[in-house]
């Protein structure tokens, strides 16, 4: 059930491109990315709820595939502050309205001057 | 707008004692998540409660944890007779409902000497 990422870990030039996949055996309602720096708490980056649907910040874009069952998050023009690990979390549908994440295990990004 | 509240950023605790830790969660917000993360791990899912209810507990250890969101107050989670393996990151975060993006508190450290 927990959704696999890809790459493990990226190197980078500030400037250049990077994306990181999230794929899933199970049906995908929807898909939250995040990004945590060393130490520090996890931030929502975006959610994506539709198939197809493209979302934007900054110049951190992501799509979802719904029938694919997989996300990708594209970091354009990186900068240094992208550093940290990215993790993806798709939502699993319990009873009610009840949901909960379920995590990746994160790609470690590391952009370089 | 505080955001979530976790206390305290950092605990020691000796082997046997007890550790709890607190989690305030944003205001408007009734879903509450705890997870643990070890250095360079991803987040491990441990429990999901709302308010006096715990929802799914299938992440937490069957002894020595435990955790509640009573009416009034913080949710706790209580660790009884701390050992070794139970040092590491445990974060809380929220959500105003179940399928909506997650808030992090900063975390708790939790160090068992």
């Known amino acids: 059930q927990q959704p696999v990422q890809s790459p493990q870990a990226v190197i980078l030039r500030e400037g250049e491109d990077a994306v990181i996949n999230c794929s899933s055996s199970k049906a995908l309602y929807s898909v939250h990315w995040y990004r945590q720096k060393h130490g520090e708490a996890p931030v929502f980056l975006m959610i994506?709820?539709?198939g197809g649907e493209q979302k934007g910040h900054e110049k951190i874009s992501a799509s979802f595939n719904e029938k694919k069952q997989q996300s990708s998050l594209y970091l354009t023009a990186s900068q240094l502050s992208y550093s940290g690990t990215y993790f993806c979390?798709?939502?699993?549908?319990?009873?009610?309205?009840?949901?909960?994440?379920?995590w990746g295990l994160g790609t470690s990004l590391a952009v370089n001057p | 707008n505080a955001g979530v509240m976790q206390n305290p950023r950092h605990l020691v605790r000796r082997r046997g004692q007890e550790a709890r830790l607190r989690c305030s969660p944003m205001k408007g917000h009734s879903h509450v998540y705890w997870y643990r993360q070890l250095p360079e791990e991803g987040l491990k899912f441990m429990v999901y409660?709302?308010?006096?209810?715990?929802?799914?507990e299938s992440g937490m250890p069957k002894e020595r944890f435990s955790a509640e969101f009573p009416k009034e107050g913080p949710s706790i989670l209580r660790i009884q007779q701390v050992v070794r393996g139970d040092s590491a990151a445990y974060f809380c975060?929220?959500?105003?409902?179940?399928?909506?993006?997650?808030?992090f508190g900063s975390g708790t450290r939790l160090t068992v000497v």
């Open positions: 994506l709820l539709k």
């Open positions: 979390g798709t939502e699993q549908k319990m009873a009610g309205n009840n949901r909960k994440l379920i």
């Open positions: 975060a929220s959500s105003r409902a179940g399928g909506d993006g997650y808030t």
């Open positions: 409660l709302q308010k006096e209810n715990i929802i799914d």
